[in-house]
């Protein structure tokens, strides 16, 4: 599912013009981006939680020359999906 796949079931579940469907995705995911740039957890019961964690500098390598790069410590987004949230698999 894609951003345009969202916003679609968003217009057909509230019957939302396409205009004001994409309107409410682009304000949910703003709000979800401001609160982790301002360092907050954003939690969604029985769905998930986002949380912005450091990352450890670590060592890359420059694929044409062969040489060792260091890559900067850096904030990144997490993920973790709540007990409640059970993707099922048919087999």
């Not at 939302?16 to 949910?28: D, F, G, I, P």
């Not at 790069?69 to 087999?91: A, G, L, T, Y």
Request: no cysteine; glycine share 6%; charged share 30%.
């Amino acid at each position: 599912m894609i951003k345009a796949d969202l916003i679609e079931a968003v217009m057909n579940a509230t019957g939302y013009s396409r205009a004001e469907a994409e309107e409410a995705v682009n304000l949910t995911l703003k709000i979800v981006i401001d609160a982790l740039k301002n360092g907050e957890e954003v939690v969604i019961r029985r769905f998930g939680s986002f949380a912005v964690y450091p990352s450890k500098r670590t060592k890359g390598r420059n694929l044409s020359t062969g040489k060792e790069v260091p890559i900067p410590p850096r904030n990144v987004v997490r993920f973790r999906p709540s007990r409640h949230m059970r993707i099922v698999k048919d087999d």
